[in-house]
């Protein structure tokens, strides 16, 4: 049967794939999200073996660091006439890079406010 030119078929696994990117976090490839699976996923060589947060947060810093780099690389490229580079590629990564600017903004606005109560607390 076709709905409007498309496949039932066809939307039916659109939707079993809308379904399975929505139970797994991968998102935009992040650092925090690595970082999160790291913590929460211990590997299988050293079950008991924990990541600090200070390990966590350095990771997470560095791929939102690499995803700038590499989005402003991209649209250096693309300024320069690089055939290979689209410019939806430099917006798309441009975008993915600010969104995980943002995300680091607001993670490091939390820290911040979670360590000024801890400070205003009496004991």
């Not at 696994?13 to 929460?40: C, D, F, H, I």
């Not at 966590?56 to 690089?82: I, Y």
């Not at 055939?83 to 441009?94: A, E, F, Q």
């Amino acid at each position: 049967m076709s709905v409007g030119g498309i496949d039932a078929q066809r939307i039916s696994s659109m939707l079993a794939q809308l379904r399975a990117a929505a139970q797994k976090p991968e998102g935009l490839g992040s650092g925090a999200t690595q970082a999160l699976n790291a913590v929460n996923k211990p590997t299988a060589a050293s079950p008991t073996s924990q990541v600090s947060f200070s390990d966590a947060l350095k990771s997470s810093l560095d791929s939102v660091n690499n995803m700038q780099l590499q989005s402003e690389k991209l649209g250096q490229d693309f300024a320069m006439g690089n055939d290979n580079v689209s410019l939806s590629d430099v917006m798309i990564s441009g975008q993915k890079a600010n969104i995980a600017f943002q995300a680091t903004v607001q993670v490091r606005n939390k820290l911040v406010s979670a360590y000024q109560d801890m400070m205003n607390m009496q004991v």
